[in-house]
């Protein structure tokens, strides 16, 4: 069986190469399942302020010629009489224009500060008009400000969270990570968020991932991207507070352990959903941002099943040189997900997350994660099970079995395509992450035309 995708520009004797690859690939089957080391990589810093200077143009003075003439007597009298009149009218008004300029500067430093602190306090919620969407600009430091800890109307410290988590209390717990623990906290208003806590033992090596996260969130807004509400960064204690997602990871939603299985129909919309949010990041924020550790453990569900893209602690700004193609970085990510060319060359791209993306449609698609040791030898690695399943022509062999579902062949054709021209090794042979959007709504659309929506 071939794939033709002619908007995407893959041929099938690209996804020959893709198959080659999958069969020589150097993965080993020996690698951990687990997620990888959470390492760190410093973030650049926006937010340069340039004063400008004006300058006051002094007026002409006009001379005339006095044809009055004068004794000598009425001469002396005349000139001490003029200097002290000229004295009694200019003074006041060097005085008051002083003041004055002292005043318009203590106005103008004020204003420059109220603004500084505008921008920093209020970098969550501003909202920028003429925008596809909205983006938010990013803390100019990263200090205790009251209004960035505020969640609502409460003002966030210490104790607040200490008492909102009981203390942080295993039985609270909602996820772990390599940064840090996460906490579901009710607040004493009712509002109910996440707090991000994290290892202390840990945060001297973790600091810079840190305060990336804490950065990128603020910069983002978006409905399928988690929101940041605050961080506390005090002490021995680093927090990190965004709106809590009640309904689980998908990962955990995969395994069943949600209880109901998610139908063909919502793992669709998931995938759009994510492929919004990875959109958004690459193509619609003030500068690039690639995620990096796209899997499904770092995807939320809403009650509504909608999917939230979350953990931003290995993202990292794009290449802001129009001029290179990549970002030069130490490997960063989890095993399994990790694009095979950025592994190979250290050289950072959005397609980066294209390749991730791709690998987790397919687990969307099968229910297996990406590497699982415990299968025959042959089907250990996901991708390279998949695609042979693919070109066998079994394609709902390739099913998740707890789904139960039968689903269009057409469909099924245009959905692992998508995700093997994702996960292609070659990063020139993957698609934009908008293009992959735009592909599953089109497939979406064919599936509703055809009577299947349940």
Known sequence: MTLRNKQFGVSSSGLHSI??????SSLTEEVSS??????????????????????????????YASNSILTSKEL???????????????????????????????????????????????????????????????????SMSPKLNE??????????????????SPSLKVGEGGFGTVYRAELPDGQVVAVKRAKKEFFVALRTE????????????HRNLVKLLGYIDKGDEHLIITEYVPNGTLREHLDGEKGKILGFNQRLEISIDV??????????TEKQIIHRDVKSSNILLTERMRAK????????????????????????GTVGYLDTEYMRTNQLTASSDVYSFGILLLEILTGRRPVELKRPPDERVTLRWAFKKYNEGKLMEMLDPLMKEEVEHEILVKMFGLAFICAAPRRIDRPNMKAVGEHLWGIRTDRLGSGRTK
């Not at 198959?19 to 020589?24: C, V």
């Not at 492929?275 to 619609?284: F, R, S």
Request: hydrophobic share 40%; with cysteine; net charge positive.
């Open 19 to 24: 198959l080659i690859f999958i069969q020589e």
């Open 34 to 63: 687990e997620s990888g080391r959470k390492l760190l990589q410093n973030l650049i810093r926006e937010g340069s302020t340039e004063n400008g200077f004006q300058q006051k143009s002094q007026g002409r003075k006009d001379r």
């Open 76 to 142: 002396y009298m005349a000139v001490p009489v003029f200097f002290l009149l000229c004295c009694a009218v200019l003074c006041p008004c060097f005085r008051a224009r002083k003041k004055g300029t002292q005043n318009a500067d203590l106005d103008e430093e004020k204003n420059s500060m109220d603004s500084i602190l505008s921008v920093q306090m209020n970098s969550v919620s501003e909202k920028i008009p003429g925008r596809p969407f909205r983006v938010a600009p990013s803390p100019l430091r990263f």
């Open 151 to 168: 969640v609502g109307s409460v003002h966030l410290n210490i104790d607040q969270i200490a008492r909102a988590t009981h203390n942080f």
């Open 210 to 221: 840190f305060r990336s996260e804490v950065e990128l969130l603020a910069k983002i807004e």
């Open 275 to 284: 492929a919004h949010g990875l959109t958004y990041l690459h193509l619609y």
């Open 309 to 332: 893209v979350a953990d931003f602690g290995f993202a990292k700004l794009g290449e802001i040189d129009s001029d290179k193609s990549h970002v030069s970085t130490k490997v960063k």
